[in-house]
């Protein structure tokens, strides 16, 4: 019985995703103005555009230096050039996988050793909440830049949720039966705290990629024709990233390009942003995606 319970609860979780991002085509098909989009594509300034695709090639080497330093703040000791192997790995998969799922996939290039696989799938875990805190931060302090009072004690309280829920499990744990998922991770924290002059460059790397990205989508609101304030940009768009990073679409699509419209509530230009967001999509997920597996190829050749 347990059995089947965790079989349709996998097949729920595979099944979400799919139709969320079919639910949420239909509605910027239904209520934007797909031809003008289309329009505003072609008219593209592109030496903005160009700004962006370099800055997100970048990013490739950015995730994998960032990889690299949160395994190397965990002793565990892999080469920069296996780290790359498995961010663009991971970079491929995100392409059709929701929540950025693909990051747990890097473990499988590193190792062959299930064990070993559950072991860094801890630091990937420790890498992502890191990454969440760092969007938060960058959030928070658009907020408080921006004024927007009200929004930043929203933030802050859902982040404070977030630590006592984070908390509560921890002390559950025993009750729960998942006391030795804790207990690895656990272990995986103290090797953070061990290695603090790894771990704080793994924490300001994990700043700077966010903030190339933030600098990407600015870039790309410029290329639309849009000047949005970098206090908007700097308290919406980290709002935006994480809850694209919620399992209800593919690579995010939608979901992120909804909330940053519907927070910055400026309805005359809604197909602007829409058209920058969307490329955003199409430059961090699909294009790096194709250059990844690119690098994927062009190393196994160079093997054989």
Avoid at 240 to 261: A, E, H, K, N, Q
């Amino acid at each position: 019985m347990q059995g089947d319970r965790i079989s349709i609860f996998k097949k729920i979780r595979k099944v979400i995703p799919a139709v969320g991002f079919v639910l949420i085509l239909f509605y910027i098909l239904s209520c934007f103005n797909i031809p003008e989009i289309l329009h505003k594509i072609k008219n593209l300034e592109r030496s903005y555009l160009l700004i962006a695709f370099a800055l997100s090639c970048s990013q490739i080497i950015v995730a994998t230096l960032r990889f690299y330093l949160f395994l190397k703040s965990t002793n565990n000791q892999y080469t920069f050039r296996i780290c790359l192997k498995a961010v663009c790995n991971a970079i491929m998969y995100n392409c059709f996988l929701p929540s950025k799922a693909g990051d747990f996939l890097k473990v499988i290039v590193l190792t062959k050793n299930n064990n070993r696989r559950i072991d860094l799938s801890y630091v990937v875990l420790c890498e992502r909440i890191i990454d969440i805190f760092s969007l938060v931060l960058i959030a928070l302090t658009g907020l408080i830049i921006a004024q927007r009072f009200y929004l930043f004690i929203f933030t802050l309280g859902s982040l404070v949720l977030f630590i006592m829920l984070s908390t509560i499990i921890l002390y559950l744990s025993k009750h729960w039966r998942i006391e030795k998922y804790i207990d690895s991770l656990k272990v995986t924290c103290i090797e953070f705290r061990k290695n603090l002059r790894f771990s704080f460059l793994a924490f300001l790397t994990c700043v700077l990629f966010w903030s190339i990205n933030i600098t990407i989508i600015t870039t790309l609101f410029l290329s639309a024709g849009i000047n949005l304030s970098l206090n908007q940009i700097l308290s919406f768009w980290p709002i935006s990233i994480i809850i694209g990073l919620l399992p209800i679409s593919i690579s995010g699509f939608g979901s992120r390009d909804i909330t940053f419209i519907s927070l910055i509530d400026m309805p005359e230009i809604s197909e602007s942003v829409l058209t920058a967001t969307f490329l955003y999509t199409a430059n961090l997920y699909w294009l790096l995606g194709i250059i990844s597996a690119i690098i994927i190829v062009s190393k196994k050749l160079k093997n054989e």
